[in-house]
């Protein structure tokens, strides 16, 4: 299959000789990046259906079927169903007044915003260990009044809070960006009010970065190891997620048990792909259609 | 053009407002009440806290497999980039949707399925290991931990550069005479450097904070496979407080340092692609 495939003829012409690799140097170099791929990427990722399959399903769904591993996916299930609208809702706010406004420190809240990326997430475990621990003077507040944050379910939900508070607010911004303020002035114009503008314009335009903020701000939160494990105090069947139920196993000796838990992750990490090409293609077509109808658009 | 200076979009006061009280109370201030406990400490305790011998063999494998597994995603990232742009073969769409994996996997699932495959009856281990190569609870672990972290950083970051890529600019030095690997040296490379080194910043400073993946393939050895966030995890767990707000404070300052050489990077690059 090398040469131009006829649909780029038009667009990516042949190029000129010498100025493409040979079919010897080109068929190397394809393989050396396959081979690198497929030890990085195919292996892991097969090797972790394997292991949880090879001694077969009944022993799969009996290792699943486990009481503590139950609650691990429960527990897991109400962290991101209380994490991930407290951070679609922040994305929100802080995509519209970044896009949609002109202010002084722009530049500065973005960078705030992409912190807790560049942050350990061991840091950010202990951050919040010695903000709510018993050994400082909140914690021993909280304590006499017993509320429990650390070592139980409001850390864990603080600690993923804080590791995925970027996703959403950073595919949004680009795309409110792009999608400019001449529609929402026009709604604004006809007499539309604030949040009927919001909802009936804004929202529709930016639907798909949206949802492929969410998606990743979700496979983040069920999948954070470290911060959780920091404010878990690893109580099976209490306080462990599923990847801290994945350690507790693998320490326990339970491959298979480790890994069936794992393959339910390693699922959630495939339909994430899935759903984020998905909505890449969406979302060059939207790009698309807006260009073809405002040519004097910027472009992405 | 008139209609905008009248029409001025609602909601900026509520939104920048919800936007910084969210990022104070998530973010900023639990970040600075960390700081605020190094004041508990003398300048002679922290350091001394921050540089015992275990901390700095941890820091120590936590930079430099750091830096080997960066370098590893420079070179074979580019090569990625560069194969999924350039040329066409089955599969590459599949691929290309597989590079960003290690970003959706969780760590501990990385770190898991990885040590299986390099332990001494793993898919990789039965032919690595006697050949002398341990990929399994040894140092060399964490750079293979590190480097799957790592993978998508480089591609990414260089995937649209390469498609922008003038190639009238390789046809005119081809047709002047250069060789293929001359004119990738002094033209397209250069063009490619200020994103390579982008996608190699992040891929080193994700690596530096990694904990998940690494803790499952190290083996955790004091002196010998310890990475710098796991002895924080350590001191915690010996109740050790200031030992692990001393690593965690030098582990922050570095990462705030990085990010301050990634925003540079970054605004080098799309100054070099205008």
């Known amino acids: 299959m090398a040469g131009v495939t006829p649909s780029r003829l038009g667009t990516r012409p042949s190029p000129a000789r010498g100025a493409a690799e040979s079919g010897p140097a080109r068929w190397l170099l394809i393989s050396l990046a396959l081979l690198f791929l497929g030890t990085f990427l195919l292996l892991p990722l097969v090797n972790v259906f394997y292991q949880a399959l090879h001694k077969g399903w009944d022993t799969y769904l009996r290792a699943l079927a486990q009481p503590d591993t139950l609650s691990a996916v429960k527990l897991t299930l109400l962290v991101a169903a209380i994490t991930v609208p407290l951070n679609t809702a922040f994305g929100l706010a802080a995509a519209w007044a970044i896009a949609k406004f002109e202010f002084r420190g722009k530049a500065l809240l973005i960078t705030l915003i992409d912190l807790p990326f560049s942050i350990s997430p061991i840091v950010a475990g202990l951050i919040y260990l010695l903000l709510f621990g018993l050994q400082g003077p909140l914690g021993r507040w909280l304590d006499d009044h017993d509320i429990r944050i650390v070592f139980a379910v409001p850390g864990i939900v603080l600690a993923t809070l804080f590791v995925t508070v970027p996703f959403v607010a950073r595919e949004l911004i680009p795309v409110m960006q792009t999608t400019g303020t001449e529609q929402e002035q026009a709604a604004l114009t006809l007499g539309a009010s604030g949040w009927r503008t919001f909802w009936q314009v804004t929202l529709p335009s930016v639907k798909w970065g949206l949802l492929y903020g969410i998606i990743l701000c979700n496979a983040r939160a069920m999948g954070e190891f470290g911060a959780v494990s920091v404010l878990s105090g690893h109580i099976s069947g209490q306080t462990e997620t599923m990847p801290l139920r994945v350690e507790k196993l693998y320490h326990e000796y339970n491959a298979t048990g480790a890994f069936a838990v794992a393959s339910l992750l390693a699922v959630l990490a495939l339909l994430t792909l899935a759903l984020k090409t998905f909505l890449e293609w969406k979302q060059q077509r939207a790009y698309a259609l807006a260009e073809r109808a405002q040519p004097g658009a910027p472009a992405s | ?274």
């Open chain 2, 1 to 274: 053009m008139v209609a905008r200076s009248f029409h001025v979009l609602p909601g900026f006061g509520l939104t920048l407002g919800y936007t910084l009280s969210y990022l104070s109370v998530i973010v900023l201030l639990p970040i600075a009440g960390l700081f605020l406990r190094l004041l508990d400490l003398s300048w002679a305790d922290f350091w001394r806290l921050a540089t015992t011998e275990r901390a700095l063999a941890a820091y120590r494998l936590t930079f430099g497999a750091s830096l080997i597994a960066a370098l590893l995603n420079a070179a074979f990232g580019t090569l990625v980039a560069w194969v999924l742009v350039r040329y066409e073969f089955p599969g590459r769409r599949l691929l290309d949707a597989l590079v960003d994996f290690p970003f959706a996997l969780p760590t501990a699932v990385a770190g898991l399925t990885l040590s299986s495959l390099f332990a001494a009856n793993g898919w990789l281990g039965q032919w690595l290991v006697p050949l002398g190569i341990r990929g399994a609870f040894t140092p060399l672990g964490v750079v293979i931990a590190l480097t799957f972290i790592g993978l998508p950083f480089v591609v990414r970051t260089l995937q649209p550069v390469l498609q922008n890529f003038e190639r009238e600019v390789e046809e005119a030095a081809a047709t002047l005479g250069a060789s293929r690997l001359r004119t990738f040296l002094t033209i397209i490379a250069p063009t490619l450097l200020p994103a390579v080194l982008t996608g190699f910043a992040l891929a080193f400073a994700r690596a530096i904070g990694e904990y998940g993946s690494v803790i499952f393939i190290a083996g955790n050895k004091p002196f010998e496979s310890e990475i710098a966030p796991l002895l924080i995890v350590i001191r915690l767990e010996e109740f050790d407080y200031a030992g692990a707000i001393a690593i965690a404070v030098v582990l922050l300052v570095i990462s705030f340092a990085l990010l301050a050489v990634i925003n540079l990077l970054e605004r080098w690059a799309s100054a070099w692609q205008h």
